[in-house]
């Protein structure tokens, strides 16, 4: 096979895992529940618990924005991180395996599709957070915001086509993983709150989890000094950045490890191992 | 004897994929996670005039949240694990133990993890600053209200069960729904009063809006709503009371029709997911 076609096979499995992870998201309405409406919910109690405090009211949009990502974060581990260990419970891992494309393009197809669905179902976190809950916000650059989106969406799939390989290698634990990766990722990202309250904590958490650099970038993008950032805009674009070449090159190598360990035990691919 | 061998099986299902040290880090994490975002968002804003007190009341109901979400959710999952992933609900259905006392018996589980967690998150508040008179707790009326929250807890566990039973495929959302709808509408985080009118409305029609209500008033001397501040302590207790009945025979009725229907329309051992 020639790299050309190479390339071509590998672009067409990314639409293809694309379309699937769009499609079968549509066909699926019961997710838009616990996808986007319930951070939404969660979002909107904080919100109210800012207000209850006669907090200023940047602090609400701080956590409107907060809210808006979580879902993202959501569909990293559950849509991404726990795909592969779907697939293994419903027999078609091993089909993955013998297929003649690049897996990095089918976790890539996979990362496409999540984000445009994503996306769109972020806009019920838009609607309660600033048309409902009319939490404030300014005029901001939409050029500067789209960047730092890209870059963040970047840095964040990477991280959850990770975390579909070593899922994958910790079992029935994929789940559990899944679920305490939750609360204390949003804490350590300072998803309701700025990250600078965190101190050297949240400096040294931002280092790892793309989740609290981004939503942190976002928010000193759209709400400029009210945001109390941890760092400059900028600084914090390039970070992600590095985090996002660092995130996809380790998916890759533990992907092949992955790869290599279903060949030679032949266990990781079946159903109930 | 029953109730005891479904709450030993829930406890070898729920646990034997780690050692219980590894077991109980993992089931702590999502409570002890919760109650850090609420500090994180306390200290951001604790120098402009928020107020400790205030900020104590909407922890110590978020700690005892965790009842509601454990319990409540846990015995809507025990159905979708049952039936999706072990296959076996059809066998416990025709087994003689019965559906509702098996639910009963997991639930047991549920009920000592929450408590495990409650005090955990109640000591991490008390490290950082929520405390309380344990002289000025009333006692009383504390053991009055603490057990009818809990029986509020595990009756609406049994109607998101019977809702389970009758969801095969958005059993999940449904559960997780509930209760992040109890955690908005039950003013957890908030006082009902900053609810839209009709929501607030809804919200006493909840018994754990009393519960949460009676908790802080009779652990920390004073409530956070100012619609509900005006009742006496009695009269609180009654509502909490009344609500919770309410719930019991809504409940009672609503698991057994929801079961029947799901015996009727096939949905017992109706696998959607894996």
Known sequence: ?273 | MSLRAAATLGWRIESNWADPLVFVVYALLRPVGQALILSGMYWAVAGQGASPERFAAFYLANAFHEYVVRVLIGMGWVVVEEREEYETLRNVCVSPIGLPRYLAGRSLVKFALATTSVVIVLGIGWAIGVRWDFGAVRWGWLALALPLGLAATLFAGFLVAGLALMMPRAAISANEGIAIGLYLLCGVIFPVDLLPRGLQELSLVLPFTWWYEALRRFILGAGASERLGTLSDGSLVLALAVTTALLGVVSRWGFRALERSARRSGRIDQATLF
Not at chain 1, 54 to 76: D, K, M, Q
Not at chain 1, 121 to 134: A, D
Not at chain 1, 198 to 214: F, K, R, S, T, W
């Open chain 1, 1 to 273: 096979m020639t790299a050309a076609s190479r390339i071509a096979l590998d672009l067409r499995a990314l639409r293809a895992r694309a379309y699937v992870r769009i499609v079968g998201s549509i066909r699926e309405p019961a997710w838009v529940v616990s996808d986007a409406v319930l951070p939404a919910f969660a979002m909107a109690a904080f919100v109210l618990l800012y207000r209850a405090l006669g907090a200023p009211r940047s602090y609400e949009t701080v956590a409107v924005i907060g809210g808006i990502l979580s879902t993202y974060w959501l569909n990293v581990l559950w849509g991404m991180g726990a795909q592969l260990y779907w697939e293994k419970q419903q027999g078609q891992l091993a089909l993955y395996f013998a297929a003649p494309c690049s897996r990095m393009s089918i976790l890539a197809g996979m990362a496409l599709g999540s984000i445009l669905i994503v996306t769109v179902r972020s806009v019920i976190g838009i609607v309660i957070g600033f048309l409902v809950l009319r939490v404030p916000i300014g005029a901001f650059d939409p050029g500067a915001l789209a960047l730092v989106f890209v870059v963040t969406m970047a840095a964040l799939y990477s991280l959850g086509m990770l975390f579909s390989s070593l899922f994958l290698l910790y079992g029935r634990e994929a789940w559990h993983l899944c679920n305490a990766m939750v609360e204390p990722v949003y804490f350590l990202s300072g998803m309701y709150f700025p990250l600078r309250t965190l101190g050297a904590l949240g400096a040294v958490a931002a280092g790892i989890i793309p989740l609290g650099l981004g939503t942190d970038a976002m928010r000193q993008v759209l709400i400029g000094e009210a945001a109390r950032g941890l760092l400059p805009v900028r600084t914090e674009v390039a970070l992600l950045a590095g985090l996002a070449v660092v995130l996809f090159v380790s998916a890759r190598g533990a992907l092949a490890y992955i790869e290599r360990l279903s060949k030679h035990e032949g266990r990781l691919t079946q159903r109930w191992q």
